[in-house]
């Protein structure tokens, strides 16, 4: 893993769909190979399992960020969902600060990645029934790869950065 200039991840980097029950994850290398689905998560938002689960997953190789889906409306303002994301991205990057991790937590635009990953899902031939199993981890192969060519084409680090060691989100 490394970084250029522009704080660009070139590394392992790991895309998060987080919904009201589930929470997908995804995992690329690089902008040049498709992101691959990894889990889908029980959503625990008493017990914050899920992140734990997310960072038992991440102990095994070196991530460098972790893009959390940002649910904002068509017309980029926050939705219901809006903070539910932005608290879950505060939780897991004070856990990761706390276990000494230099993983960033990155806070991405996620407009349409649920509809996204239901078409390219539906045009594989699931029907809507069948894909409930898989929608969350597309979705975040869908977060993910939107914020790896976002900073390739941009050429600098992309989203809002999550600082784990503050208070404020």
């Known amino acids: 893993m490394s970084v250029d200039e522009q704080g660009v991840a070139t590394g392992i980097c790991y895309g998060v769909d987080v ?29 914050n399992t899920d ?39 505060g939780l897991l990057a004070k856990t990761l600060a706390a276990t000494g991790s230099a993983t960033l937590v990155r806070l991405v635009d996620e407009r349409l990645s ?5 078409q390219k899902l539906q045009q ?20 993910l790869q939107q914020a790896l060519h976002m900073q390739e084409s941009l050429q600098r680090a992309v989203g809002e950065l999550v600082d784990g060691r503050t208070e404020g989100h």
């Open 51 to 89: 992140i734990h689960q997310l960072v038992q997953l991440m102990d095994e190789e070196t991530v460098h960020t972790v893009f959390v889906g940002l649910p904002l409306n068509l017309r980029g303002a926050d939705t219901p969902s809006t903070q539910a994301a932005r608290d879950w991205a």
């Open 19 to 47: 919904g009201a029950a589930r929470v997908g994850v995804a995992r690329s290398v690089s902008t040049l190979l498709p992101a691959m689905p990894v889990a889908t998560l029980t959503r625990d938002p008493e017990g």
């Open 114 to 118: 649920t509809v996204g990953a239901s």
């Open 124 to 143: 594989a031939g699931r029907s809507a029934k069948k894909q409930r199993a898989v929608i969350d981890q597309q979705a975040a192969i869908e977060i």
